[in-house]
């Protein structure tokens, strides 16, 4: 019944720009923290941000600071990611999540996330 959907990647070039979204259903999510996770061919699922429930907190993984923002519009239901400055090494699927519950203080670890999308493939060519 919770359903979490990613749209918006696409090809784009290095130094260009995306914007994802993820649209929540079949749940309340205003109240849980969510994040953005990628993971490219061959590599373990990682972290990209986090961001709390009303959107008064984000963090970044070091990777994508300056480049990246969190977003999120509670009520539509939605979380975005706005990407910009684009990288070769940013070419990954990547997953919206809900986090219900904190088992430990990192909002970086996969398994701190209850629900997950199916992802949204992003390419950036040089």
């Known amino acids: 019944q919770v359903q979490l959907v990613e749209s918006g990647g696409g090809l784009v070039q290095a130094g260009g720009s995306l914007r994802l979204s993820c649209a929540a259903s079949?749940?309340?999510?205003?109240?849980?923290?969510m994040g953005w996770f990628h993971q490219a061919p061959g590599k373990e699922r990682e972290f990209v941000a986090h961001?709390?429930?009303?959107?008064?907190?984000?963090n970044y993984a070091d990777s994508v600071k300056g480049r990246f923002t969190i977003s999120r519009d509670n009520a539509k239901n939605t979380m975005y990611l706005q990407m910009n400055s684009l990288k070769p090494e940013d070419t990954a699927v990547y997953y919206c999540?809900?986090?219900?519950?904190?088992?430990?203080?990192?909002?970086?670890?996969?398994?701190?996330?209850?629900?997950w999308g199916q992802g949204t493939q992003v390419t950036v060519s040089s």
């Open positions: 079949g749940g309340t999510f205003r109240n849980y923290g």
């Open positions: 961001i709390t429930a009303n959107g008064g907190s984000t």
């Open positions: 999540a809900v986090r219900t519950r904190y088992l430990r203080s990192d909002a970086s670890r996969v398994q701190e996330y209850n629900y």
